[in-house]
């Protein structure tokens, strides 16, 4: 059985950071592309990051430039988001996809995780 395991998430001080996790299982994680993706309550989800097969990173949102980095563990299965100097706006459910490349295309991902909910509140 497939499966895309968020956790990490909960509730930061803005400036704060997290570190979201992304555990995959029942498929080898090392031949897809993982993104991240975010839905602020009462907006269309949107692509935050997304790491390639090699490790190469790709930016969907620009206002996470600076500020989060995605990586990846294949010996764990897990793809990693750090996300620093958290402000109210990053405030969403982040979900995890899996693809066999990183792209920006209706229905692109292949499996989705759950999500794992983001507040950033003082």
């Known amino acids: 059985q497939v499966q895309l395991v968020e956790s990490g998430g909960g509730l930061v001080q803005p400036g704060g950071s997290l570190r979201l996790s992304c555990a995959a299982s029942g498929f080898s994680m090392d031949y897809y592309a993982i993104g991240w993706f975010r839905q602020a309550p009462g907006k269309e989800r949107e692509g935050v990051l997304c790491?390639?097969?090699?490790?190469?990173?790709?930016y969907y949102a620009d206002s996470v430039k600076g500020r989060f980095t995605i990586s990846r563990d294949n010996a764990k299965s897990t793809v990693y988001l750090q996300m620093n100097s958290l402000k109210p706006e990053d405030t969403a459910v982040y979900y995890c996809a899996a693809d066999l490349i990183c792209a920006v295309v209706a229905g692109w991902g292949e499996w989705w995780g759950q999500g794992t909910q983001v507040t950033v509140s003082s």
């Open positions: 790491i390639s097969r090699s490790g190469g990173t790709t």
